[in-house]
């Protein structure tokens, strides 16, 4: 038998979740309601897909399924829904089932947020921002509580990593700029900003003729489904499960819209807040004096009329953009001169010496560092000899012998004092032992920091978005001792990796500490990687001064205390 539908284990599980939630809510039965979140706990944390198990007759193996869950979740394999889950979360407002999937937010919470006008998770971040909760007879310590319930949320992975979001959103935004009646359109949201792992996707489109616009949406490419919601904004549901918002706003206050939808939250809450004490009123379709909408075709309208000046995408975090100083003079691309971390053969790169600085080299850069992993059995001088030889064939690029060292979990460092002090150039990481207590990963850090061959710490944290938390650090401390020492905290640019993560960034450009933006590439295709580092460089306000590989040669060489040649 063949599903009617491939419903995955998440949206199972949601689904499962919403009828607990109803059930309570209606009080019909709370064993019931239990039921239901035991399966959906079950679905959550079974390795197989529900549907396969059900194709081979073997729902009754996911732990909390019952007889009368799995007959519903035959019905909806095969129909594509359950007669008796819809009679139950029938009529409760939508809202309601996402407010209550915010850990600590129960009943009457969630109630009283939706009699508060509360109409989505990203309206309720923007309201708690806003502070417009507060006259609605929410307590302080009760709203501290629903904003770190909401953080909680947020950080569980339901995300993407950005280049996935952007293989989405690039091709659909092109596609959309060439519907006619659309007169420009953009990727809005956190895509936009360049967050790291986008929870969802915003696409924004200018049109006088917003339903036949709406209309030719199906043409868009992977788009499954059109979900109108309005006359000015409809959801695509894509072929691989995934779910994009589209904004369309008349070309007079498309700017209103280009601003609200690619917040963040956070930011665009502030920016009402200022808003309303202006007397104006920041709105998705456009900024009001009394009724009428000013004319904002632009997103500068706006914050002209806010008294602002526009801060790029990236910096809309609320970490300081709209206080009024000066905003910074962002670190690009091009101003990077060097990479300082590349593997190649010599450890676990997949290119050789030769083909990476061949790649280095085309890249325009004037100096890099080859960081292969210290392998203790390596043949440390074949490997500078071959280093040697390549000056030769590369003259016109500055060519570090480096490696890159464990920390390890005793807080050594994984080879000797000698065969550190024989390279001119170490970047110490941790591989191994993540989960230590805070005190032992500091100390690990700090011991690295203080050793006399160490240069910087190579990605810092240790995370792996959407698979591994960073350590437990404390980063306070850290930033210290890389002032004491003079050592720099590396960004490293792989998607998955992009550590020093943004907000630690952020704090250490405020305390000058120094930085390198590097691709940690392991084959030539990856020395691109560095223009994912300097997204997260720029999200944390880097300017070309806090960036040692924007430096020349000789400064760099100075600033990064590059040992010469033994
Ligand atoms: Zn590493
Ligand atoms: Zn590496």
């Known amino acids: 038998m063949t599903a009617s539908r491939q419903f995955s284990n998440e949206e199972i599980a949601a689904m499962l979740r919403d009828v607990a939630a109803a059930l309570r809510m209606r009080g019909v039965d709370r064993f019931q309601a239990g039921a239901y979140d035991r399966a959906a706990e079950g679905v959550t944390t079974h390795p197989d897909a529900l549907v396969r198990l059900w194709e081979g007759g073997r729902l009754r193996n996911v732990t909390g399924v019952g007889g009368s869950i799995s007959q519903h979740l035959d019905e909806l394999f095969r129909t594509g829904g359950v007669a008796y889950w819809e009679e139950m979360t029938g009529g409760i407002p939508e809202v309601l089932f996402e407010l209550l999937r915010i850990p600590g937010v129960g009943q009457a919470t969630a109630w009283k947020l939706a009699r508060a006008g509360v109409e989505d998770l990203e309206d309720l971040e923007r309201k708690l921002a806003s502070g ?91 788009v499954q489904r059109v979900e109108p919601s309005g006359v000015w904004s409809a959801i695509l549901a894509l072929q691989g499960g995934q779910r994009v918002n589209v904004h369309l706003a008349a070309p007079a206050v498309y700017g209103a819209t280009m601003v609200w939808f690619t917040g963040s939250a956070a930011h665009v809450g502030r920016l009402a807040h200022r808003a309303t004490e202006r007397g104006l009123s920041l709105m998705p379709d456009g900024l009001f004096a009394s009724s009428d909408a000013m004319e904002t075709p632009g997103e500068e309208e706006i914050y002209q009329a806010l008294g602002l000046t526009m801060p790029p995408a990236e910096l809309r975090e609320d970490r300081g953009e709209i206080d009024g100083g000066d905003l910074p003079r962002l670190v690009t691309l091009a101003d990077l001169r060097g990479d300082c971390h590349t593997h190649t053969r010599w450890s676990d790169g997949r290119d050789t010496l030769a083909e990476m600085l061949t790649a280095v080299r085309a890249r325009g850069h004037r100096y890099v560092c080859v960081t292969d992993h210290s392998y203790p059995n390596m043949d440390f001088g074949a490997r500078a000899r071959e280093i040697d030889a390549a000056r030769r064939a590369f003259p016109a690029l500055q060519i570090v012998n480096g490696l890159e060292v464990n920390i390890t979990v005793e807080g050594g460092l994984q080879v000797s004092d000698e065969v550190l002090a024989a390279h001119q150039f170490c970047l110490a990481s941790i591989h191994t032992g993540f989960r230590q207590p805070r005190t032992a990963i500091t100390q690990r850090l700090l011991a690295a920091l203080r050793h006399p061959a160490i240069n910087g710490i190579a990605h810092p944290t240790g995370r792996l978005l959407l698979r591994r938390e960073g350590v437990d650090a404390d980063w306070g401390v850290i930033f210290d001792e890389c002032l004491r020492q003079d050592k720099f905290l590396e960004i490293d640019g792989p998607p998955d990796r992009l550590d020093l993560p943004d907000d630690l960034v952020r704090e250490a450009v405020r305390r000058g500490v120094k930085l390198t933006i590097d691709s940690d590439a392991h084959a030539t295709g990856d020395l691109a990687l560095q223009a994912r580092g300097v997204d997260v460089a720029q999200r944390g306000w880097a300017e070309p001064r806090h960036v040692l590989n924007a430096l020349s040669w000789e400064d760099f060489r100075r600033e990064a205390h590059v040992r010469e040649r033994s």
Do not use: C, H, W, Y
């Open 132 to 222: 417009a909760l507060t006259t609605e007879g929410f307590r302080e310590k009760q709203l501290a509580s629903i904003a770190a319930g909401l953080a909680e949320l947020n950080r569980r992975p339901d995300r993407m990593l950005l280049p996935v979001a952007e293989s989405l959103a690039t091709p659909l935004v092109e596609a959309l700029r060439a519907l006619p009646g659309v007169l420009r359109a953009d990727v809005l949201g956190s895509v936009r900003r360049r967050a790291p792992t986008p929870a969802n996707l915003n696409l924004g489109a200018a049109t006088s003729a917003p339903a036949a616009v709406l209309d030719t949406l199906q043409q868009l490419p992977a």
